[in-house]
């Protein structure tokens, strides 16, 4: 099996950057409220996580959401099944359950619109909420890594290592990739950010793959 050298790392962080920078010039931002600007790829995630905190009620969960189709249709498709074995009058009772969410649906049609305008409402709310988050979060981590206090321990740790990576023990070549990483992720232990025994040099492709990993925890 080919070894994955330092240079291999080196090649594929290339790749990543030139990746990353064609996906900025393709994925505009947009202003989710006043001072909060993220791109198009952030947004989709964002919403994704909204959906999940935001839940269906009423009819537009039984007829929009996957789960409450689910749990009509398989009680129903049995028992349409049984129907279907009584005769003509079972079949057409059978074909009536099952088309009973389209006939509710456009029973209901006014009342659905305003039941999936108020979600989507909701939803656009908690999306803003974890934009400002997000932001907030980052704001933080900027701050905290141009401080004059981080750059004391990272110079210490790194004289200390060496340029030496201590998860694939190659030797970090070029200066801009030599990381100080927290092996118990800042953003869940903020008491250990400037404990010595908690930080160590990585290159900067190992950093990224493990992203805030508890390593001592998995």
């Keep these: 099996m080919p070894r994955y050298t330092y240079r ?11 990746n990353a920078r064609l996906r900025r010039q393709n994925d505009p931002p947009s202003e989710i409220s006043k001072g909060v600007v ?3 790829g952030v947004k989709t995630r964002l ?7 935001v839940p269906m009620r009423g009819l537009l969960w039984w007829l929009d959401s996957g789960w409450g189709i689910l749990l009509y249709y398989v009680p129903a498709l049995v028992i349409a099944i049984l129907l279907f074995r009584q005769g003509l009058w079972g079949v057409f009772l059978g074909i009536l359950i099952l088309l009973a969410p ?13 039941e999936r305008e108020e979600w989507q409402a909701r939803t656009a709310i908690r ?7 997000r932001k907030q979060r980052l704001d933080e981590t900027q701050q905290f890594y141009s401080s004059p206090e981080w750059q004391l ?6 004289r200390e290592e ?14 801009e990739d030599i990381t100080v990483d927290h092996i118990r992720p800042r953003i869940k232990y903020p008491d250990l950010a400037f404990e010595r025994r908690n930080l160590r040099v990585l290159c900067r ?3 990224s793959r493990k992203g805030a990993k508890d390593l001592l925890d998995s």
């Design 47 to 53: 919403t994704r996580q909204a959906y999940a905190k």
């Design 8 to 18: 291999d790392r080196q090649k594929n962080i290339a790749t990543r950057r030139r």
């Design 153 to 158: 321990v990272r110079d210490q740790v790194i």
């Design 162 to 175: 060496g340029h030496q990576c201590s998860e694939c023990g190659e030797h970090i070549q070029y200066k």
């Design 102 to 114: 389209l006939i509710v649906g456009g029973l209901f049609r006014q009342r659905l619109q305003e």
């Design 38 to 40: 993220v791109t198009h």
């Design 127 to 133: 999306v803003r909420e974890l934009a400002e988050e």
């Design 205 to 207: 492709s190992c950093n």
